[in-house]
């Protein structure tokens, strides 16, 4: 492999990590802004760059400059990807591209961003720090395109992956729109897995890489939504040079459950008398999501509030061995009132049926709060011990006034989020960090 698709395949491994500009070459190692992305890429990838900011890699003597023409016009006039193309520009897997999203910024360059051509539609980034390390469309930053450059590779071997992974760029390229997209979606549907309304549409939809998700859980995979080389081994092979041909597996994967495994959770009735209910996890549910969430919000905060509470229950659950119940129906635990029961809240609930987050392969501990103020509490700080998952971070999706502990979810940000198009997989990801989606 090249050195730039090395870089891009590890850059590629932390989607949806955090982004920093302050802890970016800090100790923690799932931190990144737009640069540090791009230059501990290459370095993992075998190559170290000269500068570890974007106003000076675009000068970096690995890379050639394929536009504009002269680096002493950068800056001077910006692009369009249109404009590129019509210059002569390829598009190619690991092609940097550099842009201007501050036009008053006083870099001579005008340069205050850097990302990875990821396909001739895309690019990868560390975008904001609402979004992490994630994929945009190539024409994002349209009319603000500074200079795009290419590493050189003669001379340069690209070093040996620093770790093993289920990914291939290559894999993961074809899989984001397409032929091949629809052939995936083609092999999970024959198994019983969901890929979304429209079925086997050819695009690489959330749906679909929740079912992918899925089947990676039922068949002891890395749980990470990319359908690479092994996931589509265990597919059966859908492509050349992943394991075989189109032909189903000799050993069909199991199937997806179509209803979750039967949970019972023993309820105590603070005003039913004191007795202890025994109630099924997604019954209770019914009566847990709109006394915790209006129904009235939008589906993806309940669906995001419905995979919190399913978690929090069952951790409940699972520390609760020798006792006489598991949880009351009062906010000590989850408000639980069959009143409200809601067609909304009922949709969210199936449509995540049997979804928790997990940590290390434990379910976590989804708490949630009302609001947060603007930063989320970690656990260390409102309780006192250390939870890897319950940090404290900003949270500008959250305006409103501090209401509850602050630790976890909150459900206002959560509102906001969903308003502003995030899906409940990128709220659950935001409010619980490093956590994996995972069906129990």
């Known amino acids: 492999m090249s050195v730039a698709l090395a870089a891009l395949d590890w850059a590629m491994k932390q989607l949806g990590c955090a982004y920093s ?30 500068q570890t900011t974007s106003t000076y890699e675009v000068d970096d003597p690995g890379f050639d400059l394929l536009w504009p023409s002269s680096s002493a016009t950068i800056g001077r006039t910006f692009g369009t990807v249109a404009s590129l193309k019509a210059a002569g520009w390829t598009p190619r897997q690991g092609d940097l591209m550099f842009f201007c999203q501050d036009r008053a910024t006083t870099r001579a360059n005008k340069i205050t961003h850097v990302a990875f051509v990821y396909n001739a539609d895309m690019i990868l980034h560390a975008r904001n720090p609402e979004a992490g390390v994630c ?7 349209d009319g603000s395109i500074c200079a795009v450059t290419r590493f050189d590779e003669i001379g340069h071997d690209a070093a040996p992956a620093p770790e093993a992974n289920d990914f291939n ?14 052939e995936l979606q083609n092999a999970l549907i024959a198994r019983n897995y969901d890929c979304g309304p429209g ?12 079912a992918v998700k899925l089947f990676q859980a039922h068949n002891g995979l890395v749980t990470d939504g990319k359908a690479g080389e092994k996931t589509i081994k265990a597919l059966g092979g859908l492509w050349e040079g992943a394991g075989g041909t189109n032909a189903p597996a000799a ?17 105590l009735m603070t005003r039913g008398g004191g007795i202890v209910k025994p109630i099924a996890l997604e019954e209770y549910l019914r009566g847990v999501v709109p ?10 905060a309940l669906k995001a ?18 006792k006489t119940y598991d949880v009351d129906d009062s906010s000590a635990f989850q408000k639980h009132d069959t009143t409200k029961i809601d067609a909304r809240t009922d949709a969210a609930i199936r449509a995540t049926a049997g979804q928790v987050l997990t940590y290390n392969g434990k379910t976590a501990e989804a708490v949630y709060c009302a609001a947060n103020g603007g930063t989320t509490v ?18 500008p999706f959250d305006v409103r006034t501090k209401s509850g502990h602050g630790v976890g979810m909150s459900q206002h940000g959560a509102k906001a989020r969903a308003e502003a198009g995030q899906t409940y997989l990128q709220i659950l990801a935001f409010y619980y960090r490093g956590t994996i989606l995972a069906q129990k």
């Open 21 to 50: 500009q302050a802890n970016r070459y800090g100790t923690n190692p799932n931190v990144f802004d737009c640069s540090s992305l791009v230059s501990r890429a290459f370095k993992a990838a075998g190559y170290k760059m000269e």
């Open 135 to 141: 994929l945009s469309k190539i024409s994002f930053y």
């Open 169 to 182: 760029v290559n894999r993961l390229l074809k899989l984001m729109e397409g032929d091949d997209v629809r």
């Open 199 to 210: 079925g086997a549409t050819g695009v690489f939809c959330t749906a679909t890489m929740q």
């Open 251 to 267: 050993t069909p994967a199991a199937p997806a459950p179509t209803q979750p495994t039967s949970v019972m959770i023993r309820m």
């Open 291 to 300: 006394s915790e969430m209006s129904a009235s919000w939008p589906l993806e």
């Open 305 to 322: 509030q419905a995979v919190a509470a399913r978690s929090y229950a069952l951790r409940k659950i699972e520390g609760s061995k020798g």
């Open 378 to 395: 970690s656990a260390a700080q409102r309780w006192g011990g250390d939870v890897p998952y319950l940090v404290a971070q900003p949270d």
